[in-house]
């Protein structure tokens, strides 16, 4: 099992280009100290918090994107930097159980074959994060006033 934690903390997770300016309008690209990112009023101070939050909006909504093949996409940080590390943790627990992994012929297979078993993990978070992201962008395109009220992302939590 150890193995197989070190493997899905090395992924980095896509996301469709088209969520793009919704990443950079909510979330912190880049870094920066905690006070540049609460003057530039960012909903989420970094992409992989905002990131984690369309997991579960998705996961919650069971809205699933699936990322193709030839879909244009970004990474961005590696899981094993996302913070805090018990939400990460439910994140990966959550795609598991969500995804077709095989966590008893996980232990079985070779290491070499173990990549497989763990797109399936990669390709659920991205399906629920980005299916996310679709939900958030849909709710902007319906109110572009929406996101001004402080409670938005919670409200969406909620519905």
Partial sequence: MKVIK???????????????SILKSYAQFGGGSEDDKF?????????????????????????????QATDPTKTFWEVENWKPADVVDTLITCAIAESNFDLVKSELIEIDDLRTEISLIQEKIESFANGGLLLIKNELEQDAEAAADDLFFVKMLST
Avoid at 6 to 20: C, G, W
Avoid at 44 to 55: D, G, K, L, R
């Fill in 6 to 20: 070190e493997r899905i903390k090395k992924l980095k997770p896509r996301y469709h280009t088209s969520f793009e």
């Fill in 39 to 67: 003057s530039k009023a960012r909903s989420f101070s970094s992409v992989y918090e905002m990131y984690i939050y369309a997991f579960f909006l998705g996961l919650r909504r069971q809205s699933e994107y699936q990322l």
